[in-house]
């Protein structure tokens, strides 16, 4: 029994080493390697070696299982620290060499390392170009750091300084996308193992994955791709032209009030808006819109329309808006409306004079302090 | 184990060694980068002008700061100017 004790240790002592210098998977590295348990069998046999050597010089009393026990754990740490040992250190050249049994085990482990970094190197390419090919590296940079902050614990000052100047390196490198892609992919294999990197990569926004995504626009908002970025806007300028289409076709020349009753009607029959919620925080923009002390009628009743068809599509907001009556000045310009020029037509004396100026205060206010600040300039042409 | 004391308590020195670009934004930029996400993305300068409620000037002028700084895309269409986020727009929204 003294024997496996002894052999436990002096490989233990060995496994120990080389788990702390692999940092992804280091079992499955360890496991996966012929000359990793070439380097654990050595130690484990040298242990054996030390312990049958204490036994052949008697150097305690064996009656008993414990003082054999200890005999063993004493050869099993010894052969260890003896392997490990320099007498002294010489330099040749520009290199220091330690001297003594350690020399030995440093270059066995060299021997070691370099093999098992070779191999290891083969899988970790591997498995990074697999998971992280045609991931957008701005998205996937910001998720996996929140993933990690926000999974790991236990995770010290000086680790979180650690990742960060690596991943900012990684941001400053003039690399193409694909190539930060992949290296913050080794990054995170190095910090959180492949499980981790395989978990997480599933959800990292894709490159090439926007270009179908983007385009159906059926989202509610922009954090719609389960990864909080979107990674690629494809959709172009149709829907918001769309969307000032059809506020300035249907609203054009309508008077606030019928507006401001037509839209707290729909809110109060409860069909604009999906739920209470909803319902509020329109309410709440609604008086913000009525209240806001330097916009014209014109404008409030653009900015109503937008509240609106915010929540609601363009069939539901012109059923909604269209049985309206208009200012019954203003009905001769309404085919041509979609010309900015006309969303100036407006209070008399100003008509046609501030064309582009119309978002200026009609009231002659100064727009930040509310002061009256006289009649408005004549725009130069 | 890491010492209690060693525990971070927050995790604030990751993002400033991370993300450290201070990107200052007025009120206007703000209320546009805000509107814009609630939108979905993307609005035209009328709709802009009618929601965010500023003068043309001041609006146009944060829409240029916006693009200067990357985070808004300004394309023309159809007579409107239309106003798109960009990925990093989205962080700051």
Excluded: C
């Amino acid at each position: 029994m003294d024997w496996v004790l002894a052999f436990v240790i002096g490989l233990g002592a060995s496994l120990v080493e080389l788990l702390s210098r692999y940092r992804d998977e280091p079992i499955k590295v360890i496991a996966t390697s012929q000359f990793a348990w070439v380097y654990l069998l050595l130690n484990g046999f040298l242990a054996l070696g030390a312990h049958a050597i204490l036994l052949d010089q008697s150097v305690a009393s064996l009656d008993s299982a414990i003082e054999r026990a200890g005999l063993a754990v004493a050869a099993g740490l010894g052969a260890a620290v003896i392997l490990r040992s320099r007498v002294f250190t010489a330099r040749l050249g520009d290199e220091q060499i330690s001297i003594g049994p350690g020399y030995v085990v440093d270059q066995l482990l060299s021997i070691i390392d370099a093999q098992i970094d070779r191999r290891r190197a083969l899988q970790r390419v591997q498995i990074v170009v697999d998971v992280m090919s045609g991931k957008d590296f701005d998205g996937s940079r910001i998720h996996a750091s929140t993933m990690i902050l926000g999974s790991r614990q236990n995770l010290s000052l000086q680790e979180q300084k650690d990742l960060a100047n690596q991943i900012r390196e990684v941001v400053d490198r003039k690399i193409p996308d694909q190539e930060k892609s992949y290296a913050l992919g080794f990054i995170l294999l190095d910090f959180m193992g492949e499980e981790f990197l395989e978990a997480v990569a599933i959800k990292l926004p894709s490159i090439t994955e926007a270009s179908v995504i983007a385009p159906s626009f059926v989202g509610t908002s922009i954090t719609d791709t389960g990864a909080g970025v979107v990674a690629s806007r494809s959709w172009g300028a149709s829907l918001p032209v769309q969307r000032a289409k059809v506020v300035r076709e249907i609203l054009t020349d309508l008077p606030l009030e019928p507006v401001r009753q037509r839209v707290i009607t729909l809110l109060d029959s409860g069909q604009l808006g999906a739920n209470e919620d909803e319902r509020m925080m329109l309410r709440q923009q609604v008086a913000e819109i009525l209240n806001r002390p330097n916009s014209n009628e014109a404008d409030k009743v653009f900015a109503l329309g937008f509240a609106v068809h915010g929540v609601w599509d363009a069939a539901r907001f012109r059923a909604a808006f269209a049985d309206l009556p208009t200012k019954p000045a203003a009905r001769v310009g309404r085919a041509a409306n979609d010309d900015l020029d006309l969303e100036v037509e407006v209070e008399g004396e100003f008509e046609g004079e501030f064309e582009g100026e119309f978002d200026r205060p009609t009231t002659g206010e100064h727009p930040a302090i509310n002061l009256n600040a006289g009649p408005l300039p004549v725009a130069k042409s | 184990m890491a010492k209690s004391a060693e525990r971070p308590t927050d995790k604030s020195l990751f993002w400033q060694i991370v993300e450290d670009r201070a990107v200052r934004l007025d009120h206007v930029q703000r209320a546009v980068l805000r509107y814009l996400a609630d939108v979905g993305g993307a609005a035209t300068d009328f709709e802009l002008r009618m929601r965010v409620s500023h003068p043309e000037t001041r609006l146009r002028q944060a829409l240029d700061g916006l693009a200067l700084e990357g985070l808004l895309d300004l394309t023309s269409a159809e007579g409107y100017v239309v106003a798109s986020l960009t990925r990093g727009g989205q962080r700051v929204a």
